[in-house]
């Protein structure tokens, strides 16, 4: 019985030290504050967005979200679609001016 009561003691005092010693090592547990509403860190540029900047963003992770890959794909398809539309928006912006219409 004696020897029972030893190795709890013995137990709780490892688990004791263990404890502290990852809370030191990781921290107390303190959360950031939370962003204000409407706010996100996610960011983009206001106007003239590039598939460069729809590649750079990223969102945050959360235990129930989206399957990052597919997230990834949409995006990756979205910058090419985007630089696509500019290109020939350009394009079209230089014929006019070599041709105006009358």
Do not use: C, N
């Amino acid at each position: 019985m004696t020897t029972a009561l030893i190795y709890l003691v013995v137990m709780l005092l490892v688990a004791a030290v263990v404890f502290l010693l990852a809370a030191v090592v990781f921290g107390r547990g303190e959360e950031l504050a939370p962003l204000a509403p409407g706010s996100s860190p996610t960011r983009l540029p206001a106007e003239d967005i590039t598939g460069d900047d729809i590649d750079q963003v990223r969102f945050q992770l959360v235990l129930r979200g989206y399957k990052m890959t597919e997230v990834d794909w949409v995006i990756r398809r979205l910058g090419v679609e985007i630089d696509g539309l500019r290109a020939r928006v350009a394009e079209l912006e230089a014929q006019q001016k070599v041709s105006p219409l009358e």
